[in-house]
């Protein structure tokens, strides 16, 4: 059976993917999981460290660890959904990856003897909007940062 050019690849990306999405749910809930969950998910997640290394060195099933994983994520990805902090937090990110996009532009403009003033204060204007938008709270159910986009 012939294996499809990239397959593998694109399972490996989806589990970095998974690892890193775990990751930051657990560095801003993981201090609600119980002391147990906290250790088996680093080790798992954070340490690499397979479910047969893990019932090993704790002395209990691999159907215990992997239920006692899948847990602690259903956890984190129920805060998550409740908060929603990590999203507000990319979210956020995007939004002052923008901002410094827009200031970048702004100095073009100033640098530039030729540069158009009035779209320099057009965008100053706009970066400081995002700027006050960035102060206030984060935006909630998925909306975006207004802002170019």
Do not use: C
């Not at 989806?14 to 998910?41: I, S």
């Not at 410094?100 to 158009?116: H, K, M, N, S, Y």
């Not at 970066?127 to 909306?143: C, H, I, M, N, S």
């Amino acid at each position: 059976m012939a294996r499809r050019p990239g397959h593998g690849e694109n399972r490996l990306e989806e589990r970095l993917q998974k690892t890193v999405e775990m990751a930051l749910l657990y560095d801003r809930y993981g201090e609600l999981l119980t002391e147990r969950q906290r250790r088996f998910f680093e080790l798992y997640f954070l340490d690499d460290l397979s479910l047969g290394e893990i019932s090993d060195q704790y002395g209990v099933s691999r159907q215990a660890v992997y239920d006692i994983l899948r847990r602690s994520q259903r956890t984190l990805e129920k805060m998550e959904r409740i908060l929603g902090l990590v999203a507000a937090r990319r979210a956020q990110a995007e939004h002052l990856g923008r901002l410094i996009e827009t200031a970048q532009r702004v100095e073009a403009l100033l640098a530039d003897p030729a540069g158009d003033r009035a779209e320099a204060r057009r965008l100053a204007a706009e970066l400081r909007q995002g700027l006050v938008q960035l102060a206030d709270p984060a935006p909630k159910g998925g909306e975006s940062w207004p802002l170019n986009g």
